[in-house]
């Protein structure tokens, strides 16, 4: 079965500074992809990367990006220059069946963010 | 483009009272979605649509909880009768398979459901 754990409740950051919030996962599936979601106070999700498990390359969304470690089966997020409004919950999830587009997400508990100014 | 519309935005009820939830997804949207995301936790998977059938409902509590999309296009998620451990937020998600790699899941505003 898949599943997503995500060890930090709780992170802060020094604004400006980067910050890693880690990921690992389970999965039997060869075919699969990883997702990163922030999820401010108002509770809507904002997809902010997404990373496929025969990509070679690791993914990079503007200040986001994907720290891929296929081996270790880990997929951690790394943002840079972090923002006062970077301040949220962040979960990481995966979805089985890279190609088949319409399979569930299976989310990690989150990892509370909080940038300190 | 419209996004995931849900409603009501927020929900208070005692135990054992009814309770229904609407969503309308991204138009065009096949596949639609319900999580649950209790505080605390990440969203868990209620159950999952395409087009007006079920694809998979094997988390659902089928003696309390109940969904439709009788024509495809919104849905309501029931609960009838809620207990103390429904309250959680209510997502639903929809997206569009094909349309690439990614099929990036796009998700409403949530229903905050609080049982007293």
């Known amino acids: 079965a898949q599943k997503i754990t995500q060890t930090q409740p709780g992170m802060f950051v020094q604004e400006k500074e980067a910050v890693t919030l880690d990921c690992t996962y389970d999965?039997?599936?060869?075919?699969?992809?990883l997702f990163w979601y922030k999820q401010p106070s108002s509770g809507e999700m904002i997809f902010l990367i997404y990373?496929?498990?025969?990509?070679?390359q690791n993914a990079t969304e503007g200040r986001y990006s994907l720290n891929f470690q296929k081996a270790r089966k880990s997929a951690n997020l790394v943002i840079s220059a972090s923002q006062l409004g970077d301040s949220a919950m962040y979960f990481c999830a995966m979805r089985e069946g890279v190609n088949s587009g319409n399979t569930p997400l299976v989310f990690g508990k989150g990892t509370r963010l909080s940038v300190i100014a | 483009e419209a996004g995931v519309a849900q409603s009501p935005r927020y929900k208070i009820i005692e135990k054992r009272q009814s309770v229904a939830f609407w969503c309308n997804p991204i138009?065009?949207?096949?596949?639609l979605y319900w999580y649950q995301q209790i505080l605390g936790q990440g969203p868990k998977l209620l159950i999952q649509f395409q087009n007006n059938g079920v694809v998979d409902d094997s988390q659902l509590p089928k003696d309390r909880f109940s969904a439709e999309r009788l024509k495809g296009v919104d849905s309501t998620l029931k609960i009838q009768p809620a207990k103390l451990e429904d309250s959680a937020v209510y997502l639903c998600a929809s997206n569009a398979p094909g349309t690439g790699v990614i099929n990036e899941q796009f998700f409403g505003p949530g229903t905050r459901l609080t049982v007293l």
């Open positions: 999965t039997s599936d060869p075919s699969y992809g």
């Open positions: 138009s065009g949207h096949a596949t």
């Open positions: 990373q496929g498990s025969y990509d070679q």
